[in-house]
Protein backbone atom coordinates (compact mmCIF):
# COMPACT_ATOMS: atom_id res chain seq x y z
CA UNK A 1 0.00 0.00 0.00
CA UNK A 2 2.70 2.34 0.90
CA UNK A 3 4.62 1.74 -2.26
CA UNK A 4 1.62 2.19 -4.24
CA UNK A 5 1.47 5.96 -2.39
CA UNK A 6 5.02 6.64 -3.33
CA UNK A 7 4.66 6.00 -7.13
CA UNK A 8 1.65 7.89 -7.12
CA UNK A 9 3.06 10.76 -5.64
CA UNK A 10 6.19 9.97 -7.76
CA UNK A 11 4.38 10.02 -11.00
CA UNK A 12 1.93 13.59 -9.85
CA UNK A 13 5.45 15.10 -8.94
CA UNK A 14 6.84 14.29 -12.72
CA UNK A 15 3.37 15.01 -13.89
CA UNK A 16 3.92 18.82 -12.16
CA UNK A 17 7.69 19.21 -13.20
CA UNK A 18 6.55 18.42 -17.17
CA UNK A 19 3.69 21.00 -17.06
CA UNK A 20 6.17 23.42 -14.96
CA UNK A 21 8.60 22.79 -17.85
CA UNK A 22 6.17 23.05 -21.09
CA UNK A 23 4.90 26.40 -19.34
CA UNK A 24 8.65 27.80 -19.34
CA UNK A 25 9.84 25.84 -22.62
CA UNK A 26 6.65 26.95 -24.90
CA UNK A 27 4.72 29.67 -23.09
CA UNK A 28 6.36 32.69 -25.36
CA UNK A 29 5.17 35.68 -25.80
CA UNK A 30 2.91 36.71 -28.66
CA UNK A 31 3.29 40.19 -31.08
CA UNK A 32 0.40 42.42 -30.25
CA UNK A 33 -1.22 44.69 -32.97
CA UNK A 34 1.30 47.59 -33.89
CA UNK A 35 0.26 50.40 -31.16
CA UNK A 36 1.25 53.54 -32.82
CA UNK A 37 0.36 55.52 -28.98
CA UNK A 38 3.58 53.07 -27.78
CA UNK A 39 5.74 52.93 -31.60
CA UNK A 40 5.44 56.02 -33.58
CA UNK A 41 6.93 59.50 -31.20
CA UNK A 42 4.54 62.50 -32.76
CA UNK A 43 6.95 64.94 -35.27
CA UNK A 44 10.16 62.79 -35.56
CA UNK A 45 9.62 62.31 -39.19
CA UNK A 46 10.17 65.96 -38.86
CA UNK A 47 13.47 66.05 -36.38
CA UNK A 48 16.87 66.94 -37.66
CA UNK A 49 19.05 63.97 -36.66
CA UNK A 50 21.85 65.50 -37.45
CA UNK A 51 21.37 67.81 -34.17
CA UNK A 52 22.45 64.12 -32.23
CA UNK A 53 25.42 64.45 -30.11
CA UNK A 54 27.99 61.26 -31.72
CA UNK A 55 27.75 58.16 -29.77
CA UNK A 56 30.36 57.66 -26.99
CA UNK A 57 30.77 54.09 -24.97
CA UNK A 58 32.26 53.31 -21.76
CA UNK A 59 33.04 50.29 -20.72
CA UNK A 60 30.88 48.53 -17.90
CA UNK A 61 32.58 45.99 -15.22
CA UNK A 62 31.99 42.70 -17.65
CA UNK A 63 33.65 44.86 -20.18
CA UNK A 64 30.28 45.77 -22.18
CA UNK A 65 29.72 48.74 -24.05
CA UNK A 66 27.52 50.93 -22.22
CA UNK A 67 26.71 53.33 -24.53
CA UNK A 68 25.42 57.39 -24.76
CA UNK A 69 25.44 60.72 -25.94
CA UNK A 70 26.75 63.96 -24.20
CA UNK A 71 24.50 67.11 -24.38
CA UNK A 72 26.96 69.88 -22.42
CA UNK A 73 25.37 72.00 -19.87
CA UNK A 74 26.23 73.25 -16.60
CA UNK A 75 29.45 71.25 -15.00
CA UNK A 76 27.23 71.28 -11.76
CA UNK A 77 23.80 69.73 -12.34
CA UNK A 78 24.04 67.00 -14.04
CA UNK A 79 21.29 64.49 -15.51
CA UNK A 80 21.24 60.62 -16.44
CA UNK A 81 18.32 60.55 -18.94
CA UNK A 82 17.15 56.80 -19.21
CA UNK A 83 14.41 55.89 -22.25
CA UNK A 84 11.54 53.88 -22.70
CA UNK A 85 10.39 50.82 -22.99
CA UNK A 86 12.24 49.33 -26.76
CA UNK A 87 13.67 52.90 -27.23
CA UNK A 88 17.47 54.19 -27.44
CA UNK A 89 18.80 57.08 -26.32
CA UNK A 90 17.84 58.44 -29.74
CA UNK A 91 14.04 58.55 -29.04
CA UNK A 92 15.31 61.26 -26.31
CA UNK A 93 16.57 63.52 -28.46
CA UNK A 94 14.12 66.56 -28.02
CA UNK A 95 13.69 66.15 -24.41
CA UNK A 96 17.53 66.00 -23.81
CA UNK A 97 17.87 69.45 -25.62
CA UNK A 98 15.05 70.74 -23.72
CA UNK A 99 16.91 69.79 -20.21
CA UNK A 100 20.36 70.96 -21.41
CA UNK A 101 18.63 74.62 -22.90
CA UNK A 102 17.56 74.80 -19.25
CA UNK A 103 20.90 74.45 -17.96
CA UNK A 104 21.19 70.76 -17.47
CA UNK A 105 24.93 68.45 -18.92
CA UNK A 106 22.59 65.64 -20.04
CA UNK A 107 24.16 61.95 -20.51
CA UNK A 108 21.15 60.50 -22.59
CA UNK A 109 22.12 56.65 -22.24
CA UNK A 110 21.23 53.37 -24.15
CA UNK A 111 20.50 50.89 -21.29
CA UNK A 112 21.96 47.22 -21.30
CA UNK A 113 20.13 45.08 -24.44
CA UNK A 114 19.13 48.40 -26.32
CA UNK A 115 20.94 50.18 -28.93
CA UNK A 116 23.73 48.21 -28.90
CA UNK A 117 24.59 48.45 -24.79
CA UNK A 118 25.66 45.15 -23.73
CA UNK A 119 25.90 41.60 -25.42
CA UNK A 120 22.50 41.01 -26.86
CA UNK A 121 19.57 42.84 -27.65
CA UNK A 122 16.88 42.23 -25.38
CA UNK A 123 18.66 40.49 -22.60
CA UNK A 124 20.78 41.27 -19.30
CA UNK A 125 23.23 38.56 -17.69
CA UNK A 126 21.26 38.41 -14.64
CA UNK A 127 18.59 40.72 -12.52
CA UNK A 128 19.58 44.07 -11.35
CA UNK A 129 22.56 44.29 -13.86
CA UNK A 130 21.01 47.49 -15.09
CA UNK A 131 21.38 48.96 -11.53
CA UNK A 132 25.44 48.25 -11.80
CA UNK A 133 25.72 49.14 -15.13
CA UNK A 134 24.28 52.80 -13.54
CA UNK A 135 27.03 52.78 -10.97
CA UNK A 136 29.20 51.98 -13.65
CA UNK A 137 28.44 54.79 -15.95
CA UNK A 138 28.55 57.60 -12.28
CA UNK A 139 31.87 56.60 -11.62
CA UNK A 140 33.37 55.90 -15.06
CA UNK A 141 31.57 59.29 -16.14
CA UNK A 142 33.34 60.93 -13.12
CA UNK A 143 29.74 62.08 -11.53
CA UNK A 144 30.27 60.83 -7.99
CA UNK A 145 32.92 63.56 -7.82
CA UNK A 146 32.12 66.43 -4.98
CA UNK A 147 30.32 69.03 -6.09
CA UNK A 148 27.95 67.78 -8.54
CA UNK A 149 24.09 67.23 -8.17
CA UNK A 150 23.19 64.26 -10.09
CA UNK A 151 19.23 63.75 -11.39
CA UNK A 152 18.25 60.46 -12.78
CA UNK A 153 15.74 61.14 -15.20
CA UNK A 154 13.64 58.20 -17.22
CA UNK A 155 10.51 57.62 -19.27
CA UNK A 156 7.78 54.88 -19.17
CA UNK A 157 9.77 51.45 -18.25
CA UNK A 158 12.42 54.15 -17.59
CA UNK A 159 10.53 56.09 -15.49
CA UNK A 160 10.09 52.85 -13.48
CA UNK A 161 13.46 52.20 -13.34
CA UNK A 162 14.20 55.58 -12.01
CA UNK A 163 11.55 54.85 -9.28
CA UNK A 164 13.18 51.18 -8.56
CA UNK A 165 16.81 52.92 -7.83
CA UNK A 166 15.48 55.70 -5.89
CA UNK A 167 13.37 53.25 -4.02
CA UNK A 168 16.78 51.00 -3.28
CA UNK A 169 20.17 49.95 -2.43
CA UNK A 170 21.67 52.20 -4.83
CA UNK A 171 19.16 55.18 -3.90
CA UNK A 172 22.73 57.84 -3.06
CA UNK A 173 24.21 57.70 -6.48
CA UNK A 174 22.06 60.65 -7.34
CA UNK A 175 20.44 63.36 -5.48
CA UNK A 176 17.23 63.63 -6.92
CA UNK A 177 14.43 61.78 -9.31
CA UNK A 178 12.31 62.46 -11.87
CA UNK A 179 10.26 59.92 -13.21
CA UNK A 180 8.01 60.51 -16.72
CA UNK A 181 5.05 58.18 -17.14
CA UNK A 182 6.65 55.67 -15.02
CA UNK A 183 4.99 52.13 -15.42
CA UNK A 184 4.55 51.27 -11.95
CA UNK A 185 3.60 47.44 -11.84
CA UNK A 186 0.72 45.10 -13.61
CA UNK A 187 -1.60 45.86 -10.32
CA UNK A 188 -1.22 49.37 -10.06
CA UNK A 189 -3.90 51.85 -10.44
CA UNK A 190 -2.05 53.96 -12.96
CA UNK A 191 -1.94 50.72 -15.20
CA UNK A 192 -3.96 49.87 -18.02
CA UNK A 193 -4.35 46.41 -19.07
CA UNK A 194 -1.72 45.36 -20.18
CA UNK A 195 -0.25 48.66 -20.78
CA UNK A 196 -3.18 49.89 -23.22
CA UNK A 197 -1.89 46.94 -25.48
CA UNK A 198 1.75 48.11 -24.88
CA UNK A 199 2.64 44.66 -23.83
CA UNK A 200 2.17 41.38 -24.84
CA UNK A 201 3.04 39.15 -21.36
CA UNK A 202 3.83 35.13 -21.32
CA UNK A 203 2.18 35.21 -18.03
CA UNK A 204 2.46 31.43 -17.34
CA UNK A 205 5.91 31.61 -18.03
CA UNK A 206 6.75 34.96 -15.78
CA UNK A 207 5.11 32.71 -13.10
CA UNK A 208 6.76 29.76 -13.20
CA UNK A 209 10.19 31.71 -13.81
CA UNK A 210 9.67 34.16 -10.51
CA UNK A 211 8.63 30.77 -8.67
CA UNK A 212 12.38 29.70 -9.28
CA UNK A 213 13.58 32.64 -8.73
CA UNK A 214 12.31 32.82 -5.38
CA UNK A 215 13.57 29.63 -4.19
CA UNK A 216 17.22 30.73 -5.91
CA UNK A 217 17.30 29.16 -8.89
CA UNK A 218 17.89 31.95 -11.83
CA UNK A 219 17.33 29.25 -14.43
CA UNK A 220 16.06 30.08 -18.13
CA UNK A 221 15.55 33.58 -17.50
CA UNK A 222 17.38 34.58 -20.99
CA UNK A 223 13.77 33.29 -22.41
CA UNK A 224 12.02 35.81 -23.89
CA UNK A 225 8.91 37.11 -21.77
CA UNK A 226 7.50 40.42 -23.04
CA UNK A 227 6.62 41.69 -26.37
CA UNK A 228 5.95 45.15 -27.32
CA UNK A 229 2.80 46.02 -29.98
CA UNK A 230 5.60 47.10 -32.73
CA UNK A 231 6.57 45.55 -35.80
CA UNK A 232 10.35 46.82 -35.69
CA UNK A 233 13.30 44.01 -36.01
CA UNK A 234 15.40 43.78 -33.10
CA UNK A 235 18.60 45.79 -34.02
CA UNK A 236 20.74 48.53 -32.59
CA UNK A 237 18.00 50.85 -33.44
CA UNK A 238 14.83 48.67 -31.46
CA UNK A 239 14.37 46.32 -28.95
CA UNK A 240 11.18 44.82 -29.18
CA UNK A 241 11.71 41.90 -27.29
CA UNK A 242 12.43 41.52 -23.68
CA UNK A 243 13.83 38.49 -21.68
CA UNK A 244 12.86 37.57 -18.17
CA UNK A 245 15.45 38.90 -16.61
CA UNK A 246 15.55 42.84 -18.69
CA UNK A 247 12.31 42.90 -17.96
CA UNK A 248 12.78 41.99 -14.34
CA UNK A 249 15.52 44.14 -14.33
CA UNK A 250 13.27 47.55 -15.15
CA UNK A 251 10.39 47.04 -12.41
CA UNK A 252 9.99 48.22 -8.95
CA UNK A 253 8.42 44.47 -8.68
CA UNK A 254 5.62 42.76 -6.87
CA UNK A 255 6.09 44.92 -3.87
CA UNK A 256 5.61 47.76 -5.69
CA UNK A 257 4.19 49.94 -2.48
CA UNK A 258 7.38 49.21 -0.86
CA UNK A 259 9.31 50.42 -3.02
CA UNK A 260 7.38 53.74 -3.19
CA UNK A 261 7.62 53.95 0.84
CA UNK A 262 10.87 53.60 0.39
CA UNK A 263 11.82 56.63 -1.45
CA UNK A 264 13.23 59.72 0.34
CA UNK A 265 14.94 61.76 -1.80
CA UNK A 266 13.22 64.73 -3.87
CA UNK A 267 11.36 62.92 -6.46
CA UNK A 268 8.83 64.22 -9.41
CA UNK A 269 6.48 62.24 -11.89
CA UNK A 270 5.27 64.37 -14.71
CA UNK A 271 2.74 62.50 -17.14
CA UNK A 272 0.85 63.60 -19.80
CA UNK A 273 -3.09 63.85 -19.30
CA UNK A 274 -4.24 61.83 -22.02
CA UNK A 275 -1.51 58.95 -21.79
CA UNK A 276 -2.95 56.23 -23.63
CA UNK A 277 -0.67 53.41 -21.68
CA UNK A 278 -1.61 54.53 -17.80
CA UNK A 279 -4.00 56.26 -15.96
CA UNK A 280 -2.96 59.75 -15.27
CA UNK A 281 -5.67 60.87 -12.98
CA UNK A 282 -4.58 57.90 -10.54
CA UNK A 283 -0.73 59.48 -9.89
CA UNK A 284 -1.57 61.92 -7.00
CA UNK A 285 -4.22 59.26 -5.06
CA UNK A 286 -1.81 56.45 -5.52
CA UNK A 287 1.30 58.17 -3.73
CA UNK A 288 -0.84 59.82 -1.24
CA UNK A 289 -0.79 57.05 1.49
CA UNK A 290 1.80 55.44 0.17
CA UNK A 291 4.39 58.27 0.02
CA UNK A 292 3.27 62.01 0.02
CA UNK A 293 6.78 63.23 -0.30
CA UNK A 294 6.66 62.39 -4.20
CA UNK A 295 5.07 65.01 -6.35
CA UNK A 296 3.03 64.30 -9.21
CA UNK A 297 2.06 66.79 -12.39
CA UNK A 298 -0.40 65.83 -15.05
CA UNK A 299 0.34 68.22 -17.85
CA UNK A 300 -2.97 69.01 -19.96
CA UNK A 301 -3.20 67.40 -23.39
CA UNK A 302 -0.29 65.63 -23.47
CA UNK A 303 -0.12 61.50 -25.01
CA UNK A 304 2.11 59.00 -23.57
CA UNK A 305 4.90 59.60 -26.36
CA UNK A 306 4.10 63.81 -26.87
CA UNK A 307 5.87 63.11 -23.25
CA UNK A 308 8.99 62.77 -25.03
CA UNK A 309 8.44 65.32 -27.59
CA UNK A 310 6.11 67.56 -27.68
CA UNK A 311 7.66 71.25 -26.73
CA UNK A 312 4.79 72.10 -23.89
CA UNK A 313 5.32 68.88 -22.57
CA UNK A 314 9.44 69.13 -22.60
CA UNK A 315 9.30 72.23 -21.00
CA UNK A 316 6.85 71.07 -18.12
CA UNK A 317 9.71 68.16 -17.54
CA UNK A 318 12.36 70.61 -17.40
CA UNK A 319 10.71 73.02 -14.82
CA UNK A 320 10.50 69.95 -12.91
CA UNK A 321 14.19 69.09 -13.18
CA UNK A 322 14.32 73.20 -12.14
CA UNK A 323 12.00 72.36 -9.06
CA UNK A 324 14.52 69.97 -7.84
CA UNK A 325 17.03 71.59 -8.23
CA UNK A 326 15.52 74.86 -6.12
CA UNK A 327 16.12 77.16 -9.25
Same mark, same amino acid.
Given at each position: ??? +?????? @? =????????????? !?????????????? /??????????N????????? *???? %???????????? +???? $?? $?????????? $???????????????????????G? /??????N? %????V???? %????????? *????????????? @?????????????????????? %?????????????????????G?? /?????? !???? &????????P???? *?????????????????? $????? =?????????????????? &???????? /??N????????F???????? &????????????????????????????????????
Amino acid at each position: MFR +RILIAA @G =LLLLVVIGAFAAV !IAFNAPTAPPVLAA /GNTIPGIAQWNFAELPKPQT *LKAR %DGAPLNYRLYPG +RPDG $VI $VLVHGSSGTD $VSMLKLAQALQAAGATVYSISLRGH /GGSGAANG %DVSYVGQLN %DDLADLVKG *LGLDEPGIRRTLV @GFSSGGGFVLRIAGGKQAALFN %DYLAISPYIGQDAPTNKPNAGGWS /GVAVPR !IIAL &SLLDGIGLPWFQG *LPAVHFATDAKASNSRTP $VYSFR =LAASLQLGRDWRSVLARI &SAPTEIVV /GANDELFNADQFKPMLQPIN &SRIGATVVPNETHLGMIADPPATAAIAAAWRKLAGD
